[in-house]
């Protein structure tokens, strides 16, 4: 709908003068609430460079940064009666739109780590035991907020802006209904900028992002269901559409701080470049996170340093107790384990340097896993003091997964390191058609290994060359596992019994 001319507030009008060093803040404040106060309209932010604290949007309110117009956050904390520089609470039918630019100013300083964080625990251990100093980024004292808050608001719309340096979440956007993202750009230091993720549901619904390029420190899309600005809220009816993402820690991510629920969520056509890890499905709150679809996606993986999350893998689902990784919590203080169901990746080309891991409870498997046409290509990057290796693809804990045309190819320089290509460990109502894989050292490892899984088929699947087993079946408890039209004339053996399997746990179909 056009905008009346009688209904556009320059902020300009309003005593803002466009120089950097001067306060804008009670000048644009003005405007919005000038416009408010009538009824809605446009605040017009003309080209020019506008510093101030938190400003609140109203009602009915259009904020349209023009080419050429940046808003500066304010170094001075005092300026910020709200963590952000854009905040709304309780309102409805808001929009930030434009060409413009808002930037956070974040900057950082690197000194040795002086806080435990059990969450990248396993890298600090090894970074001791290579005698590396465990430094790390954290921002500086005036690094303040973030560039967007918005709770509790209704039919917002976020367009064609840049977000910069912000310096924390980009957008925390809390239990707001019929949101839309569209072609904005985010960005903040991939080397050093902790804690500034990109664009953060938390609790909403029928949200709708697309058009997007996030390049963040930390996660760049990552939903939430947390207890916030309130009792936790679903996560739920989500779309994701022609986006680019990267990450020194997750480019797209189902955040372990789930303790409601995240579902109904379809991610189509994206791009994952340069992510510490690609896809994280997380629960460690209790939450359920369920009815995914993530389609038609590239993922580009490799390592940045020791303090992010991620080995440079691609898929990563973990769903655990948070006292199971942080030994001062109290289990008995704990909601009940989380659960991960109803996810389908299909249409994935993937290229990983760390392993892939599904990891599921034993108190809540990963349920009802389906990876469909994808390529996982297993690749080298730069050793560093925190290098893990073993197998490409590992299963924890599952019942009724299934891998339909999967390819997994080794292109790593030292195979020494890595073994087989897939294990699966305790999984019942396995489903593995039209694999194709070979362990990384040639004549090594079985290809594939199942141990202790109940209900399995390898169906229509070939082994690579430089296969010698194809698939091992170990555990006392693996049982009707069967083979049926496997393409295994490279390798010596199609399947074997190993380490305590029963003698019939294996048939022909």
């Not at 709304?88 to 929009?95: F, G, P, S, W």
């Not at 080794?410 to 362990?439: C, F, H, K, Y």
Request: proline share 5%; hydrophobic share 35%.
């Amino acid at each position: 709908m056009p905008v009346m001319p009688g209904s556009i507030y320059n902020v300009g009008d309003y005593g803002a003068t466009g120089h950097r060093s001067d306060d804008a803040q009670g000048s644009i404040q003005q405007a919005i609430d000038a416009c408010a106060a009538a009824g809605g309209g446009t605040v017009h932010f003309p080209p020019g460079e506008y510093t101030t604290g938190t400003l609140h949007l109203k009602s009915h309110v259009r904020i349209h940064v023009d080419s050429g117009a940046t808003i500066y956050s304010s170094k001075e904390r005092a300026r910020f009666d709200r963590p952000a520089l854009f905040y709304a609470e309780d309102v409805q039918n808001i929009t930030l739109e434009g060409r413009g630019t808002l930037d956070g100013q974040a900057e950082y300083e690197w000194r040795l780590n002086d806080m435990q964080d059990w969450y990248i625990h396993p890298h600090q251990v090894l970074m001791e035991q290579a005698g590396q100093p465990l430094r790390r980024a954290f921002p500086t004292a005036d690094t303040y907020g973030h560039l967007v808050v918005f709770v509790r608001c209704q039919d917002v719309q976020i367009r064609n802006l840049s977000f910069l340096r912000s310096p924390s979440w980009t957008m925390h956007l809390w239990g707001c209904e019929r949101l839309t993202i569209d072609g904005v750009y985010i960005h903040t230091s991939l080397e050093s900028g902790v804690w500034a993720d990109g664009i953060d549901p938390d609790g909403c619904k029928d949200v709708h992002i697309s058009n997007c390029t996030i390049e963040t420190g930390d996660d760049a899309l990552v939903f939430y269901s947390s207890h916030a600005y309130g009792p936790p809220r679903p996560c739920e009816n989500i779309t994701v559409t022609n986006c680019r993402l990267t990450s020194a820690s997750s480019a797209l991510k189902f955040c372990d701080g789930n303790e409601n629920a995240i579902r109904n969520v379809t991610i189509q056509n994206c791009i994952i470049t340069g992510a510490n890890r690609g896809i994280a499905f997380m629960v460690f709150d209790g939450g359920v996170l369920e009815n995914v679809l993530i389609a038609n996606v590239t993922v580009e993986c490799r390592p940045y340093d020791w303090f992010w999350w991620g080995d440079g893998d691609a898929l990563h689902f973990n769903c655990i107790r948070r006292s199971e990784i942080d030994p001062n919590l109290d289990p008995s203080r704990e909601p009940p384990v989380g659960v991960i169901r109803n996810v389908i990746v299909r249409d994935v080309l993937a290229r990983s340097t760390g392993a892939c891991i599904f990891h599921g409870h034993d108190e809540s498997p990963l349920q009802n896993i389906t990876l469909e046409n994808v390529r996982l290509v297993m690749a080298n990057s730069s050793p560093t003091a925190w290098s893990k290796a073993g197998d490409a693809l590992t299963l924890d804990h599952a019942r009724h997964f299934q891998m339909r045309n999967v390819e997994i190819v080794w292109e790593v320089s030292d195979p020494s390191v890595w073994r087989s290509a897939l294990v699966a460990n305790t999984v019942q109502d396995l489903t593995l058609e039209g694999i194709s894989a070979r362990p990384a050292q040639p004549d090594g490892s079985p290809a594939i290994v199942l141990n202790d899984v109940d209900r399995a088929i390898l169906r229509n699947s070939r082994a690579q060359t430089g296969t010698s087993t194809f698939m091992q079946v170990r555990g006392a408890h693996s049982r009707d596992i069967v083979v049926q039209d496997n393409d295994v004339h490279t390798a010596r053996n199609l399947v074997q019994s190993g380490d305590g399997a029963p003698v019939d746990a294996i048939r022909a179909g």
